[in-house]
DNA sequence: CTCATTTGTCAAGGTAATGGACAAATCGTG
DNA sequence: CACGATTTGTCCATTACCTTGACAAATGAG
């Protein structure tokens, strides 16, 4: 009923003091505590009972001393990177990929296993599977998992984390997956969209970090696009922000046809490739794997599906370009990451958008989302643990 | 050098209590200490005291009692508007429109003068002659003034608020006006692009109340767009953000001759408009309104202009949508505030895209923009007298 | 070994917030 | 009109946190 501005048990004060500990801890790495004293403005005795009772709780541990400088030698304090763990689950069509972090970003274990096909609520018992087995791997133990990040394909209500619209996988439309896995596990899960993911991830440590206004834009068996605006994750009223499978590009919008796939995919996602290539004069059932291959002999329908395709992608960005302004646009995909692609897009831009954006390709690949989900696993810690909430009258 | 937390003379304690407590009165209206205290959780020896320092510094004023409820009466407090007064000034290529409000957002005074078309350094000489003719309206002082925002079309830096391009107004991209405006009156001036402020003006008390993503949609002699997202202003990476008129919808985007006013600026301008109305049969030399009244009298070229319109439009709407996702997209401007041009937009859109936003028509009209201006004077001047910082290590 | 230098702890003092007690002021009711 | 119930606002003692200054501990340089 009635507003808490101080924390229930330990004071605002306290609070904040900890939180500026533990942020400049963070962000200079080892450190004595003198130097959190000067770095802070806080008294030294204040930090002295500040990191006492962070080492006791198990946040900071002592990892070594200063020397080479006269004076005494100072003991210096790290984050305890174990004490908080967490997965990062990346669920895609064919394959699940998944893996253990710890509170500094640190890969503990990596695996992936194909996809159980059944879908719907065998994939809860994959994940749990997997989880025991990255557990076993790392040599660290269930109890000690704060945090489950879930990426998904599709449209998720950011409200309710339920998935709208997930073509690849069956069955994950009627449940609600984040629940069951969380009740499951007894553990918080956050669900997210593949795309969005793989956004974080370039933020967090690819070629997003320090920009504050990019995209990734995924072009591969669908297309789709993770937005980071004002430095952060832009979902939308809806979940639905970057579905650029709907833009207007690429076919006449006003067909109702387009409406299953949205115009943009029905244009460039794989299937539109292939037929492109057959279409002009390529060889029938090539996949899109063949038809790069085609590219790289100079075959001209491979050139020309490719150069249309980087024609109808460089006038997508160009749209996104007018909307959102980014610095970045980061290609992504197993069709948009390959660099014959990019660089058609690069020769395309600026003849259709003025000052067009930087175009780079994934710094990480298939496993940006699986990056980006430990990415907000260590941010959601962090703010778990040392936030500080100011509360809201 | 060293980092300060604590404030340099409040502590920081009482500077989160002092913020509670204004955040707490400005949110609940006039209100006795006592309610303070239970909404804020904080004791009634500590409003007391916070309440008394802010009654002699001058933000807070005794306005009442309470009565008709048992117990004691209790005083109610309330901000003293009068206690900050900001200018907003709408900088348009044929008006200018100026106001001062206080710090409730009340406005205090409020007129629109032509503007000086030598345009450049006679607009800082009119600004402060209009400055100055406010106050006199007002019976309020230069003195009291904190903040002036300034509100002009083109396209903004966000770091130096160096105006790149503004078609309709001379001279104003060779002087840094935000600067010279601000060392002329001695006062702070926040620069912006005027169909952000459009938008923030919806958002503080238009139809964008409680929506965190919202695109304002501007038509007239250009055409312009400000987005809310996640319930703040988008510039994006240079400031251009929103510049729809770079739009690859509406005509060949890889024309050069698009590059000039973008091309769907070049397909939905007013310019546009009578062209194509001429095209299908309209009168020579015929103006929008003329055009708009003979869509009154059902003259068909009229109609099929406004329905080409409509529908390049509805497009640019599925455009920013798929990018966007927005709630509501609000249509201002002299051309997309027209209720004929936006219920035909609502009839195209749901042919060309799923789950398509809702529709309104701005709720203040040309006014939004000096509006917004109010609402990011307010903003900003909350944030200044009562913000609470963090510090950043 | 001695001195300068830096680290870390101890003790004392100050400020802000809390909680409880209590006086002040008003409404409702007999 | 008096009295109890109720709410407001102040006083006082106590607690929690932070700071200052003094001082012991530990180390490199000469």
């Not at 400088?69 to 990177?81: H, K, M, N, W």
């Not at 997997?130 to 998992?145: E, K, P, Q, V, W």
């Not at 952060?232 to 046809?257: C, H, K, M, Q, V």
Request: with cysteine.
């Amino acid at each position: 009923m009635a507003m808490i501005v101080s924390g229930e048990q330990t004071p605002i004060a306290r609070k904040i003091s900890t939180h500026a500990v533990i942020r400049t801890v963070m962000a200079n790495g080892p450190i004595s505590r003198a130097d959190i004293a000067k770095r802070t403005g806080l008294s030294k005795q204040t930090i002295s009972e500040v990191v006492r009772d962070l080492e006791q709780d198990g946040w900071l541990k002592p990892t070594g001393r200063t020397d080479g400088r006269p004076g005494r030698t100072a003991i210096t304090y790290e984050l305890d990177a174990a004490a908080g763990l967490a997965v990062s689950i990346d669920l895609g069509g064919t394959k699940i990929a998944a893996a253990i972090c710890d509170l500094l970003g640190n890969i503990v274990a990596e695996l992936k296993v194909p996809t159980d096909r059944r879908g719907g609520i065998h994939l809860v018992e994959q994940f749990c599977r997997t989880i025991s087995d990255l557990n076993a791997l790392a040599g660290t133990s269930s109890d000690s998992l704060r945090l489950i990040v879930l990426g998904t394909p599709g449209v998720l209500d950011p409200a309710t984390g339920h998935i709208h619209a997930a073509p690849n996988i069956p069955g994950v439309e009627a449940i609600n997956l984040r629940q069951l896995l969380s009740e499951t596990l007894d553990i918080p899960v956050i669900i997210e969209n593949d795309v969005n993911l793989a956004a974080e991830g370039e933020r967090w440590r690819g070629h997003g970090i320090d920009v504050d206004n990019f995209a990734f834009v995924a072009l591969g068996t669908g297309t789709g696009m993770g937005i980071i605006a004002n430095g952060a994750l832009l979902r939308g009223a809806r979940g639905a922000a970057g579905e650029i499978s709907y833009l207007p590009i690429g076919g006449d919008p006003f067909d109702p046809g387009g409406f299953n796939l949205g115009t943009f995919e029905t244009a460039v996602g794989s299937m539109a490739m292939t037929r492109r290539y057959v279409g002009f004069g390529g060889r029938q059932g090539a996949t899109v794997a063949d038809l790069f291959n085609a590219f790289e002999c100079g075959e001209l329908s491979a050139v020309a599906a490719i150069e249309e395709t980087a024609r109808l992608t460089a006038l997508a960005i160009a749209a996104i370009g007018a909307t959102l302004d980014p610095e970045l646009v980061i290609m992504g995909g197993s069709i948009g990451a390959r660099p014959e692609l990019v660089e058609a897009i690069r020769r395309y831009l600026p003849r259709c958008t003025p000052d067009p954006p930087r175009i780079e390709i994934s710094h990480f690949g298939n496993r940006a989302a699986l990056i980006g989900g430990m990415g907000i696993a260590v941010d959601h810690m962090h703010d778990d643990l040392f936030g500080v909430d100011l509360g809201e009258p």
